[in-house]
Structure formats: C-alpha cells, structure tokens
C-alpha cells in the first residue's frame, strides 16, 4: 500500500520569504511523486515529477524538490514567494503496482503576506 | 495546449435521482482516471480506465457507480442513486502512457439536496 504525509494543513509566508511544503510517502516499491497546485476554483495542475531519474527536480513558477529515498521525503521548495503562489499544494505518490492511481496527501494551503 | 475538458461545472440534483457527469480528455492519450474531493478533504482516487474496461477501482467505487466510453472522445462516471455524502467535487483526469503525469480536468461540483 502507498500513502502521502503533508506535514501542515496550512502554511505562511511572506512575499520574499523561503517556500517550504513537506511531504512524505510510504511505499513498499520504488515511487513515482508529484506535486500538483490547486487554486482556487480550478483543477489540479502538474508543478512538477520524480520518476526514478534525477533526484532534484525543477518545475514550473520557480518551484522545485528534492526526492531523499533515505527519508521518505519529496519536499517542496521555492526560494522567494510570491502573491500569485497562494493556492492549495499536493503531493501523490503511485508505484509500478499501483496501475499509476495516484493517492494523495491531504494538502496544504499556502498563504502568502505581502 | 490540449487539456481536459469535463462538464457541467457545476450539478445540484436531489438524492436519488441519477447523474452523468461528462469528460473529454486529451485526444491521444490511452488512459483515463475519476477522482473526487469531499470539500475539506483529500482527493481520491475512483476508478481508472483502460482498453475500454476498468483496470482498478477503489473501495468507493460500488455499485452504484459506473463509468463508460460511449464514442472516441468522451468518458463518463454515472451515480445510479445519488446520496447526500456523494456530494463533491469530481476529476477526471487523462495520461497518453502509463507513469506519465495525469492532467486534470477543472471538475464538476456536485451537489446533492
């Protein structure tokens, strides 16, 4: 069975600050994770994939993480927030024995001050 | 950039009473998903599609749901007898191959009185 952790249902920050949105996964196969947003009143849009091949992985508006097999982890990170990237954040995980369903973390609403 | 489509955007109907909630994936991918999110919670994983058969399906996915490709571009999720707790919102989501990332559609919210 595979299951996601987000560490903090909500999260705050301020314009300029460090993002950092915490996600760990339990898996008994070596996992595929992603990291979608969600803003509000719209879908989930992909911000960015681990599939098994460079462990730092870039995505889209600045974002990134970083997979530690040795913590279970697939941290999200951006350097400098910004307004715009006030929205909702998930993690997934799905495995070679999963049929790719995605499970998913509960989420974490990221608040950005100004 | 091609992306999923799903209507309606948004469906109240009273419980009981039988829902079609429509998608249109991407036109070339092979792979087709239904999720939902209860408001406040997590999203979830319904059923997965695949060769014109379900390939896996959740718990919550019972009897009284159902899904189904009637043509070449649109895919279905039918509640036969809603029930209040079925109220959420519902995504449908698409891949060309497998462990490619899915891309969602914008979900209908359902609402059932």
């Known amino acids: 069975a595979q299951s996601v952790t987000q560490l903090g249902s909500h999260v705050s920050v301020s314009e300029g600050a460090l993002v950092l949105l915490r996600c760990n996964y339990s898996s008994s196969v070596p996992p595929y994770l992603f990291w979608y947003v969600q803003y509000p009143n719209q879908g989930l849009q992909l911000l960015l994939k681990?599939?098994?091949?460079?462990?730092l992985v870039k995505g889209i508006n600045g974002f990134e993480a970083e997979f530690k097999k040795s913590e279970t982890s697939f941290h999200l990170t951006k350097p400098s927030a910004h307004m715009s990237d006030a929205a909702e954040y998930f993690c997934?995980?799905?495995?070679?024995?999963?049929?790719?369903?995605?499970?998913f973390g509960g989420g974490t609403r990221l608040m950005v001050k100004p | 950039e091609p992306e999923v489509t799903q209507t309606p955007s948004h469906q109240v109907t009273q419980m009981g009473q039988e829902v079609i909630l429509r998608c249109v994936p991407i036109?070339?991918?092979?792979?087709f998903y239904w999720y939902r999110q209860i408001l406040g919670q997590k999203v979830e994983f319904l059923v997965s599609f695949y060769n014109n058969e379900i390939s896996e399906k959740s718990e919550i996915f019972d009897d009284q749901f159902s899904v189904e490709r009637p043509d070449g571009s649109n895919f279905t999720l039918k509640i036969r007898s809603t029930k209040l707790e079925d109220s959420a919102m519902y995504f449908c989501a698409s891949i060309l191959r497998i462990f490619y990332e899915q891309y969602f559609g914008p979900g209908t919210r359902l609402t059932v009185t």
């Open positions: 997934a995980v799905t495995s070679n024995n999963a049929g790719n369903m995605l499970t």
């Open positions: 681990y599939t098994s091949a460079a462990t």
């Open positions: 036109s070339n991918h092979l792979y």
